[in-house]
């Protein structure tokens, strides 16, 4: 029984060419053996879009439930079923890009990539108060920027471009090779333009007409309020250049330095406070010094406990007009030995059960 390529494909007998491509990729990535997919159904779907592409041969296919191609589909993958050499065309009349049909098979997509720059990444060191309030670096690193005198061209200032010879200006070489699966086409950047089609007369004398070099690059660097050590910041494209194409990313790892005093627990500050016995027991008013350096006087209640909260709101770190607060953990600040005096007040103490 004849194959209904159609519903290989699962489209329409009125299904556009661009129905029939979609559906032939979506099936294609399912299926290709390079993916642990069926082999013998990535090699039935692709003889369907062998035939449903090309407008004569689905002409003849519609009209007669076969093509002319020689008597239609011979050895090919495996020594049978679908002959991948047909993606050259019929009678020299189609060419197919294989990044453009296996582009997302592969890993890539359809069309033309963006050339991109390396992605660097340093590490910066900033006080607890700065993790707090805020700070800003200046950084100098040395990486692959553009070339300041050509502005990453790669042409000498006041030179003309010309059209590459190499890939005739289109900035792309189509190459054609047998694979196990017969002959395909790719393409690639050229290597002569990298890609941008045209070609300095002149070349920069500054990076050899690169477009980019190595160089040493000033980076300002604003750290926000509130970050915690560890965190990352992306800084998009302030990484390396390339020439014809977009900058990478810098990455800046923050490292805080611990306080004597505070801990950070998000948007909240915490502080340890030593209180001696009586004034826990009696209660007391206390001086502190905040992370921005301000003095407040703290009341300590009465008959408060180790490891008691007091909470002053508002006292934290500030994020876009939110504030946290300032924790004040109470602890019991005990002598390191005790007068006969201490003593006996404590055992009279101890006799009223306290």
Known sequence: MAK???????????????????AFRKLAQKHHPDKGGDEAKFKEITE?????????????????????AG????????????????????????EFDISDLFGDIMGGGGGRRVRRGRDISIDVEITFKESVFGAKRSVLITKIGKCDTCTGTGAKPG????????????????????TVMGPFSSVR????????????????????????????????????AGVDGGEMMRMPGMGEAIKNGASGDLYVKIHVKPHATFRKEGLNLVMDLPVKLTDALLGTTVSITT?????????VPQMSKPEEILRLR???????????????RLSAALPKKLSSKAKKAIEELKSEGL
């Not at 159609?6 to 329409?12: A, C, F, I, K, Q």
């Not at 939110?322 to 924790?327: I, K, Q, T, Y």
């Open 48 to 68: 369907a879009y062998s035939i449903l592409s090309d407008e004569k041969r689905r002409r003849e296919y519609d009209s007669y439930g076969q093509t002319f």
């Open 314 to 328: 508002g006292k934290g770190v500030t994020i876009q007009g939110n504030s946290g607060d300032l924790l004040i």
């Open 159 to 178: 030179t003309d471009m010309e059209d590459c010879k190499t890939c005739n200006g289109q900035g792309r070489v189509r190459e054609t090779r047998n």
């Open 4 to 22: 209904n390529y159609y519903d290989v494909l699962g489209v329409e007998k009125k299904a556009t060419k661009e129905d029939i491509k979609k």
């Open 291 to 299: 992370i921005d350096d301000k003095t407040l006087e703290v009341k």
């Open 189 to 224: 950047t050229c290597s002569a333009c990298e890609g941008a089609g045209k070609v300095p007369k002149e070349k920069c004398a500054t990076c050899a007409g690169h477009g980019v070099l190595r160089k040493e690059e000033e980076i300002n660097v604003a750290i926000p």
């Open 71 to 94: 008597g239609g589909p011979q050895s090919g993958f495996g020594g049978q079923g679908f002959d991948f050499s047909q993606f050259q065309g019929f009678g020299g009349g189609v």
